[in-house]
């Protein structure tokens, strides 16, 4: 009965520092969690309007003396993203979750537990080296009786993450400009055509303007292609056109 007992604490014990977890994002609760946040750039900064993440999520799995070792990387867009994607593929059961994840130039990560700067801080490198962005990996162990002391745990971390963003087919992004402009009837044909040329997306059409035979159009652009998309529609309509960026 004892032993029963206490099987059921350590396993109540694993699920509540589990759930804590899903609040491990405000610093002032993860002495282990770090974060680097920077202003926000403008659509000419190409490289943050420019990034390469990875399509789908991966795994890879490892063991070390006797230790189990999952690394599950996914991309990301956001800290939310990032806290659901955590919640998703953590296992409560587990010895310890670590994780990191970069969005632009905000950098977060934590060591469930493991000694400080040992699990999340090689996550985080791992990650940076990689050159990917929007990306998280969680990384998590099961115990197998043998320590691996600090480095052993620095190596092994590192290691599993860097080795499943190894393996992770990437995608090339480029930022999305919301924009609108407002034509009449008889242009609607020339702004189309435009709109084609600079595969545009998310074409949506406003008739409720309050100007008679005038049309909202809002669309998204790539973000290297607003000035020349602008230059084009506004040439081609041959009058001045206001155009609306969000």
């Not at 350590?10 to 920077?38: E, Q, Y």
Request: glycine share 8%; proline share 3%.
């Amino acid at each position: 009965m004892v032993t029963v007992l206490q099987d059921i604490s350590r396993l109540v014990g694993r699920n509540d520092r589990f759930n804590k977890h899903r609040s491990l994002f405000s610093l002032t609760r993860a002495k282990a969690t770090t974060m680097i946040t920077s202003s926000a750039s403008n659509y000419h900064d190409n490289s943050a309007n420019t990034y390469t993440t990875i399509k789908e999520r991966v795994t890879f799995k490892k063991e070390i003396k006797k230790s189990k070792f999952i690394a599950i990387a996914g991309p990301i867009s956001n800290e939310q993203s990032a806290c659901s994607f955590l919640s998703e593929v953590g296992d409560p059961r587990a010895t310890h979750n670590c994780w990191a994840y970069k969005v632009g130039d905000q950098y977060r990560s934590n060591d469930d537990g493991e000694p400080l700067g040992t699990a999340g801080k090689p996550i985080q490198s791992a990650i940076v080296s990689s050159g990917l962005d929007r990306v998280m990996v969680v990384v998590t162990r099961y115990f197998g009786g043998i320590e691996l002391g600090t480095g052993g745990l620095v190596r092994a971390y590192g290691g599993v993450a860097s080795e499943c963003l190894r393996n992770a087919p990437t995608i090339f992004v480029k930022s999305k400009v919301p924009i609108g402009v407002e034509v009449p009837f008889e242009l609607y044909g020339v702004l189309y055509h435009q709109l084609q040329l600079f595969q545009v997306e998310d074409i949506k059409e406003d008739y409720d303007t309050g100007k008679d035979g005038i049309t909202m159009f809002t669309f998204k652009v790539d973000f290297d292609k607003v000035e020349d998309l602008e230059d084009a529609i506004k040439a081609n309509c041959s009058r001045d056109i206001v155009f609306y960026k969000h």
